[in-house]
């Protein structure tokens, strides 16, 4: 009975997603949520013990955020950020604990500012950034770095091989970072990157 539940759960995840893409294609930036092993192995990259916020870019229906609560991460340090009004009303039914922002991830600082929250250890992000316009991908690179701590990390998922930080930008911004791996039991697979501080960064000089 709880499987059957359960695979209910995902597949109205599934078909909510799917609708919410076909209204919004350039909000929604993929036809389906996140798989789980997607999910947890994105919520590995994270240190459940540092003390900071941890910042969810583009949460959709949960999955991720389901993940990150699961790894240790306590709902009064995650932040959801989501600018679909849907999903918005949907995150907080099901994670009453989490404190779930509307708004863009390019006014992340102003957001975090208006909210009260800080410091930040790490950023979660499932924004498409290879499929953004390169002026809107480094106005939210440039977001994100100017929110995370010395030591934060910001996790991206990408599809493909193409790092979701241009080499360049990076530079530009400080940040440093390497594919730590591939979910191939995602559909599709996928390829987890992380990303810290160049001056805080060792072992990860092999940048994307």
């Known amino acids: ?85 849907s999903f918005c009303e949907m995150l907080r ?32 992000s499932s924004l498409p950034l290879l499929n953004m316009p390169p002026a809107q991908r480094r106005a939210v690179l440039s977001a994100v770095a100017a929110v995370l701590g010395d030591d934060g990390v910001l996790v991206q998922y990408t599809y493909g091989q193409a790092a979701p930080v241009p080499r360049a930008l990076g530079a530009e911004l400080g940040l440093t970072g390497r594919r730590t791996g591939w979910v191939l039991a995602n559909l599709p697979p996928a390829a987890v990157w992380c990303y810290r501080r160049g001056a805080s960064a060792p072992g990860l000089s092999r940048a994307a």
Request: proline share 5%; glycine share 12%.
């Open 1 to 85: 009975m709880i499987q059957q539940m359960s695979r209910r759960l995902r597949e109205r995840d599934e078909i909510r997603f799917f609708l919410q893409w076909l209204r919004r294609p350039g909000q929604v930036g993929a036809v389906a949520p996140s798989g789980r092993a997607l999910a947890a192995a994105l919520a590995a990259g994270i240190d459940t013990e540092a003390s900071g916020a941890v910042i969810e870019l583009g949460p959709g229906t949960g999955r991720v955020t389901k993940a990150l609560l699961d790894a240790g991460i306590a709902p009064a340090d995650l932040v959801a950020v989501e600018r679909n009004a």
């Open 93 to 124: 039914r099901r994670f009453p604990g989490v404190r779930i922002v509307r708004g863009e991830a390019r006014s992340l600082e102003r957001l975090l500012r208006r909210e009260g929250v800080g410091p930040v250890k790490a950023v979660v």
